[in-house]
């Protein structure tokens, strides 16, 4: 039988294996926690999410629906996950981190063709076929060994955790229910600022201490996810156009728009906590306390988790990886996940699914897939295999990715958001015969 080693049981990895293993293959899913920990992750879980515990919008006609529409079509074992844990985040999708970690190791323990090996792996097996899906903490001795492999300096970004707060702690008297543009009901608590606090506030954050970056590495963040306090040194009304823009709230108290607000998200089933949304920052524990309880509902705020940053690594995928996901030089070695450069939780999970059912086909003796042109995941396949190399920097999924509509397509269609959804519907017809043929047998779009 086609055995498998997958390094990694984040993400990607969890999602590459459970395609693999359902193509038939036998999969040795190597895990390093709790052997090892990392400085972000606090579970042995496999996929246990730290950033936030949200898989960001899944409203139809947005590329980010796409890709997961995609993902639920082609049997993902993560968007499994999601559906059975989600929690309620208005337009998003958002899970009880908890119960979906332990719902995923759960499905991949009890699959008879895959094996959680529970160590460290510091060298590529070289000869065997492999998926590299150690995502953003890859330990160093196995960075190291990736450095080798790909023949390329390291790359690497800073990313940056957003706090997580006790429901009890938080004022409802002032913090009120409400989702922006009226999207999603009374999913999200929002705490209102007036001018004065909000200044108040920003001069707080702008001019509290931060933890230090190690001193020999350049800072890079992920423009996607860039700490509140950076955020806040662009500009005195920066933070008022991104994450306490107070767009579509209204404050019951007095009857208007907020000068700015904070919003917090459901975090789990059980509502007994909350996320602050946007609010990833690298503040020493202490400041965070102090400048976070100036926001007006957040006085007695509890914090559960504090913000924190780590680096996050990945390489530079198109000078060494095919569409496929598999290495150039290396064929039977394959990656998956953050590493190769595309950003986010269900990006990670596509480029996992693209990678597992490849390593099985590779195994089988069977052409590998190539995902179609029009579909979200294949835009990002393109991008990790063709983007520019000067500067290649990690991506979400955006309509920007995604493969333009026709002339005569565009013209038909006058407003943006029309144009959009004619974009996703043609992606997912395109992706629906593709999978049918795909679990047929028939011939597809591939490479040798």
Known sequence: MNQITIIGGGLAGVEAAWQAATEGARV???????VKQTPAHS??????IVCSNSLKSDEPGSASHLLKEELRRAGSLVMEAAAATQVPAGAALAVDRERFAEHITHRI???PNIEIVREEITTIPHRETTIIATGPLTSEALTFEIMKLTGDDQLYFYD???PIIAADSIDHSIAFKAARYGKGGDDYLNCPLNEEEYARFYDSLINANSVPLQRFEETRWFEACLPIE????????TLRYGPMKPVGLIDPRTGEQPYAAVQLRQENLMADAYSMVGFQNHLRYGEQARVLRLIPGLERAEFLQFGQIHRNTYINS???????????????????GQITGVEGYVESVAMGW????NAARLGNGEELLIAPPRSAIGALARYVSSAE???YQPVNITFALLEPLSREQARSVKRKRDRHLLQVKLALEEWVEWIQKARSGSELATVG
Do not use: C, W
């Open 28 to 34: 040795k899913l190597y895990e390093m926690r709790p």
């Open 43 to 48: 579970t042995d879980k496999l996929a246990e």
């Open 109 to 111: 323990a009890s699959h």
């Open 160 to 162: 940056a955790i957003a």
């Open 230 to 237: 950076e955020l806040a040194r662009r500009g005195v009304d």
């Open 318 to 336: 198109p000078r060494v990886l095919q569409p496929t996901m598999q290495m150039r030089a290396h064929p039977n070695i394959f990656f998956a």
């Open 354 to 357: 693209l990678a597992g059912a």
């Open 389 to 391: 190399t000067k500067n």
